[in-house]
């Protein structure tokens, strides 16, 4: 079954940085779009970043875009958010995404706390 197991959240202080690993099971992962997604306390889930299966093309919420660098280890089948330059409104939990044989996929999230 498809799985998605996200890691390396955690508490940073503001201009601090942090990479967030997505780490799939289950399927061709080299062959699917993937995408970063967060949602805060009382905020729709909104997109950060995606990144098509080769990892040649990606691209980015205007609120993230020169501060985050989403990329993809296909042999390790691993995706990846860089994060750099932190806000405190970056502040939510992230989340990573997959559409497999017409289906949507989450993990369960990360959280990514930004505050000094």
């Known amino acids: 079954q498809v799985q998605l197991v996200e890691s390396g959240g955690g508490l940073v202080q503001p201009g601090g940085s942090l990479r967030l690993s997505c780490l799939a099971s289950?399927?061709?992962?080299?062959?699917?779009?993937m995408s970063w997604w967060r949602q805060s306390p009382g905020k729709e889930r909104e997109l950060v970043a995606g990144i098509s299966n080769t990892g040649a093309s990606t691209n980015y919420a205007d609120s993230v875009e020169g501060r985050f660098t989403i990329s993809r280890d296909n042999a390790k089948n691993t995706g990846y958010l860089q994060m750099d330059s932190l806000k405190p409104e970056d502040t939510a939990v992230y989340y990573c995404?997959?559409?497999?044989?017409?289906?949507?996929?989450w993990g369960q999230g990360t959280q990514v706390t930004v505050s000094s």
């Open positions: 289950g399927f061709t992962f080299s062959s699917h779009f």
């Open positions: 995404k997959v559409f497999v044989a017409q289906q949507v996929y």
